[in-house]
């Protein structure tokens, strides 16, 4: 079978490099390149080299529009202002995109079903298996509890990462809102500080911690009266993330245009 050749947008970023070097130990997978942010000093440098796999002799280049066009599929964990720029790009090249950028905002989320409307696009804030069975799992002790159990939602991430809470911990609580039959806008209560009064029923709590090079701890906690249930998943390393990015890409591939999430290329 023909390889799958696979672009990747912000090569130069932590995952974007973790990406090149997955792509390329993956049978089935090709690089076909990888693009940073215009203008930046990589620009020109070996594309392997850079995520620390040898010399893969591509150079990085700054054309998505280049990349997308040499590309079967393409990734893109960037910048929000930057993945919406690439989503409407991919579906005027009629190309596939998964996208892991997180913190989109509606109006960048809306911009991205347009795109599915054209083309297969993957969107998921968290691409690791473990994640994504977290989420059925506390969709799952949501629906059994009821809402007397208050749900509070932590994490931690490196110090570098720049949206808060994680596109992870908002999926969380979207898992367990819908399982409650609310919508997350309604119940979220997004950090505490000062007087804030007592805690609202039914409320969905969120709390961010940053630090060091933490690549990203989740932690669900059901509280009871007299009993807690907690749920915990700990990534120690993001080349999960990059694994099941590249599974989402050849997944992708020959799908009809539409918004797919990690639970159609996992089956769950
Ligand atoms: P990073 O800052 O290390 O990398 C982002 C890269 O994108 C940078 O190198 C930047 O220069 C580049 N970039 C910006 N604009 C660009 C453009 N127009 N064209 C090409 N490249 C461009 O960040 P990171 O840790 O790699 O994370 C990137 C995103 O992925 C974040 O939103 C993060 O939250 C998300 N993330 C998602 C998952 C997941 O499982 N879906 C896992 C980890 C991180």
């Not at 694994?243 to 050849?250: D, E, N, Q, T, Y």
Request: hydrophobic share 50%; glycine share 14%; proline share 3%.
């Amino acid at each position: 079978m023909a390889e799958t050749r696979i672009g990747v947008i912000g090569c130069a970023g932590r995952m974007g490099r973790m990406l090149v070097a997955d792509i390329v130990a993956t049978e089935g997978c090709a690089l076909a390149g990888g693009v940073a942010r215009p203008g930046a000093a990589c620009i020109g440098q070996d594309i392997g080299e850079l995520a620390g796999v040898g010399r893969l002799g591509i150079a990085v280049g700054e054309s998505a529009d280049q990349l997308l066009r040499n590309s079967d599929v393409a990734v893109d964990f960037t910048t929000v202002a930057a993945t919406a720029e690439h989503a409407a790009l991919a579906a005027s090249l009629g190309k596939p995109i998964v996208i892991g950028t997180t913190g989109l905002s509606a109006a960048e989320e809306s911009e991205v079903r347009a795109a599915a409307a054209k083309i297969p696009v993957v969107l998921a804030a968290n691409t690791s298996l473990g994640i994504n069975l977290l989420l059925g799992l506390v969709a799952q002790v949501a629906q059994r509890l009821g809402p007397d159990w208050d749900i509070e939602i932590v994490e931690m991430h490196h110090k570098g990462k720049v949206d808060s809470p994680s596109g992870t911990a908002l999926a969380l609580g979207r898992a367990a809102a819908a399982a409650r039959g609310v919508s997350l806008e309604e119940v979220a209560v997004r950090g505490r500080d000062g007087i804030t009064g007592p805690r609202p029923p039914g409320a969905i709590g969120f709390a961010a911690l940053r630090g060091g090079d933490a690549v990203g701890d989740h932690h669900v906690v059901f509280a009871g009266a007299g009993e807690r249930l907690e749920l915990v998943h700990r990534a120690t390393n993001r080349a999960i993330y990059a694994k099941g990015a590249v599974r989402a890409a050849l997944w992708l591939k020959g799908q009809p245009a539409g918004l797919y999430g990690m639970k159609e290329v996992l089956g769950l």
